[in-house]
């Protein structure tokens, strides 16, 4: 089955750039979806089809897919970006949704 | 204004049986795929199962395949999972989340969640 692979954390200071990366075999020739979630929240959609944003979710979130790793990518990161973040695709080898294990983004 | 409400969460026995429902309003329904989700205590998202807009294309989790039922009423604007022979690892949060046209892609608007604890 197919696999995605995310960085457990990733901690940026207030300001910058955070990068947080979903890996998978050719996850390039895929749509990758990110999702925010929040302590006692449902998730949030935040990218879609790679690199589309939702309305309402803020331009400092944006997104980029190519080979084996696709980036969701966070500038002038603010406390309230501090959340669990996850990426997602379709395996069609296996008419699977897929779930990457998530990154816990920390706001230092 | 979109919104997906799950009830039929709660306690019950390994091998023992629940139905989750989820409650759509604000959109077309029946034009909307429609997933449920799950997420254990602490632990990450896992997708469980997919339903198309006229419930063509039905999808499980291997990990649900043959004892969980994904359906859904478009007349009612609901959506249901049915889970048999329950076990400790079903242990989660379910939630319900409103897919697109295709089954194959994103997912929109999620609701708040149900849980469901599988305990003696």
């Known amino acids: 089955s197919y696999v995605l692979t995310q960085p457990p954390s990733v901690s940026v200071a207030p300001g910058k750039t955070a990068r947080i990366t979903c890996g998978g075999n050719n996850i390039g020739s895929k749509s990758v979806h990110w999702y925010q979630q929040k302590p006692g929240q449902a998730p949030v959609l935040v990218i879609y089809?790679?690199?589309d944003r939702p309305s309402g979710i803020p331009e400092r979130f944006s997104g980029s897919n190519s080979g084996n790793t696709a980036t969701l990518t966070i500038s002038r990161v603010e406390a309230g970006d501090e959340a669990d973040y996850y990426c997602q695709v379709w395996d069609s080898s296996s008419d699977h949704q897929v779930f990457g294990g998530g990154t816990k983004l920390t706001v230092l | 204004e979109v919104q997906l409400v799950e009830s039929g969460g709660g306690l019950v026995k390994p091998g023992g049986s629940l139905r989750l429902s989820c409650a759509a309003s604000?959109?077309?329904?029946?034009?909307?795929?429609m997933n449920w989700v799950r997420q254990a205590p602490g632990k990450g998202l896992e997708w469980v199962s997919s339903i198309s807009s006229s419930s063509s294309y039905i999808y499980y989790a291997d990990s649900v395949k043959g004892r969980f039922t994904i359906s859904r009423d478009n007349a009612k604007n609901s959506l249901y999972l049915q889970m048999n022979s329950l076990r400790a690892e079903d242990t989660a949060v379910y939630y319900c989340?409103?897919?697109?046209?295709?089954?194959?892609?994103?997912?929109?608007?999620w609701g708040q969640g149900t849980l469901v604890t599988v305990s003696s």
């Open positions: 089809y790679d690199s």
């Open positions: 604000g959109f077309t329904f029946s034009s909307y795929s």
């Open positions: 989340a409103r897919g697109q046209t295709t089954v194959t892609t994103h997912f929109d608007y």
